[in-house]
Nanobody, 123 residues
Framework: QVQLVESGGGLVQSGGSLRLSCAASGSILSVRRMAWYRQVPGKQRELVAAITSGGTTNYPDSVKGRFTISRDNGKNTVYLQMNSLKPEDTAVYFC?????????????????WGQGTQVTVSS
């Protein structure tokens, strides 16, 4: 079994900062792409930031220059540093990982999601 556990969400004033963390646990063999998505009620989940195992990053224009994604491959952990937060950044943030794990007999490769963490930015 694999678990992605997020932490670091909360309430912050406009212009403030938050740092999200997401740790993947289980009998993990390899982790390729890791990413953060966010979702508000009634809207589709949208990509916030992504990072490959080699460190190549990707951001949409809406967060470029304000958010930074990073990862610790030894800990199977991905981080999202969010600066200059705006009320429109308010959403539930989800961690995503494309990984391979082993149950002692078989290996499984799939896309996994965390449970989500709420980020609220007040104006």
């Amino acid at each position: 079994q694999v678990q992605l556990v997020e932490s670091g969400g909360g309430l912050v004033q406009s212009g403030g900062s938050l740092r999200l963390s997401c740790a993947a646990s289980g009998s993990i063999l390899s982790v390729r792409r890791m990413a953060w998505y966010r979702q508000v009620p009634g809207k589709q989940r949208e990509l916030v930031a992504a990072i490959t195992s080699g460190g190549t990053t990707n951001y949409p224009d809406s967060v470029k220059g304000r958010f930074t994604i990073s990862r610790d491959n030894g800990k199977n952990t991905v981080y999202l540093q969010m600066n200059s937060l705006k009320p429109e950044d308010t959403a539930v943030y989800f961690c995503n990982a494309d990984l391979t794990w082993n149950n002692g007999r078989y290996s499984y490769t799939d896309d996994y999601w965390g449970q989500g963490t709420q980020v609220t930015v007040s104006s």
